[in-house]
């Protein structure tokens, strides 16, 4: 589209040839001819002055170094955000149940629903108006998919799952498995029946070969505009508050109470049976062993340095103890002259 039609969209001020093409998105230090690009502080001045960009979003205050075209946002990278589905809207997907799904007689099905090749779908679930099932999805019983939520290709929701309006899961998304939860007996581990099931709250994106377990008895539940990345682990019984965003890899252990508009980092391990308030980061990689009830940023863990500089500090740390035993050696005698 043109910079005006594009402007119009985003609702911002548009500066300079309002006739010009606008066809992709790219970044600011490569984006030329049609291309759309953002900045966003101080840092990307020089980035700006030599940028060849069809077009830039910018913040008010860098409108002077600007080179040609440009669009004024009071925030720059969300609406980059919005003109990437306006330059890119989603394909359309074919709306009806595609003759090779398998679907109970008591699922109740939206006219407007898109049913892909291969999807099974349980008793007593509920698709509602224009959600998108990919291919070889399986839906259990008991199920209910909000308004326009999509789920990609071999998404596996088992049963006694609800999920919210306008979400997005994508490929290899497990929700509602089984539970960890198992007695010690006698003659071994023993299987605690996990019932509790899993509900989620609208425009909530859940990441490739992302698992969330159903609860043991009350529902594990993800809020409203939560965020979660591939390959993420959420036991029985996590309940995690509204816009939350956790990046891949992390392992939350059951029944732990994530807060509201909290953000942890990739790889981050969160034993079981903790609490962390609202408005919470954790660094990359951290252990969270301990509840925290204060906002904040925190981090745990070793940075990565040097092999030979990390070996050395690995074996002075097996000697802090016999260094503290020996500094209390020397203060008592302190104390007795």
Not at 88 to 93: I, L, T, Y
Not at 125 to 150: K, Y
Not at 174 to 194: L, P
Request: hydrophobic residues 40%; glycine residues 10%.
């Amino acid at each position: 589209m043109i910079l005006k039609e594009l402007a119009a969209s985003l609702g911002l001020e548009a500066q300079g040839d309002l006739s010009q093409e606008i066809t992709a998105l790219a970044p600011i230090e490569r984006a030329v001819g049609t291309e759309l690009a953002f900045v966003v502080g101080a840092k990307f001045v020089d980035a700006l002055k030599a940028s060849k960009a069809g077009a830039v979003i910018l913040p008010e205050a860098m409108a002077c170094h600007a080179p040609g075209n440009y669009l004024i946002s009071d925030d720059p990278y969300a609406s980059y955000a919005q003109a990437s589905w306006i330059l890119k809207p989603a394909p359309k997907e074919t709306i009806g149940v595609h003759p090779s799904a398998t679907v109970d007689s008591s699922a109740i099905i939206a006219d407007s629903a898109s049913i892909g090749p291969g999807v099974v779908i349980g008793a007593n679930t509920e698709i509602h108006d224009h959600c998108v099932i990919g291919a070889q999805s399986v839906i259990g019983r008991d199920v209910s998919i909000g308004t326009n939520t999509q789920l990609f290709p071999r998404v596996t929701l088992c049963n006694n799952v609800r999920i919210g309006s306008r979400c997005r899961v994508q490929s290899g998304a497990v929700i509602g498995s089984e539970g960890f939860g198992y007695a010690w007996t006698k003659q071994g581990w023993s299987q605690i029946q996990q019932t509790g099931g899993v509900r989620i709250g609208d425009r909530v994106h859940v990441g490739a070969n992302t698992t969330i377990d159903c609860g043991a008895i009350d529902a594990t539940t993800i809020a409203d505009g939560v965020i979660l990345d591939n390959q993420i682990q959420i036991a029985h019984n996590v309940q995690i508050g509204e816009n939350t965003a956790i990046a891949g890899c992390v392992g939350i252990a059951g029944s732990t109470r994530i807060g509201a508009y909290c953000q942890i980092g990739g790889a981050c391990n969160i034993v079981g049976h903790l609490r962390i308030v609202d408005k919470v980061v954790i660094n990359a990689a951290s252990l969270v062993s301990r509840s925290i009830l204060k906002p904040g940023r925190y981090g745990s863990g070793t940075p990565l340095q040097p092999e030979r500089l990390w070996r050395r500090s690995f074996v002075n740390l097996g000697k802090l103890d016999d260094l503290f035993k020996r500094l209390r050696r020397l203060e008592r005698m302190n104390n007795i002259n």
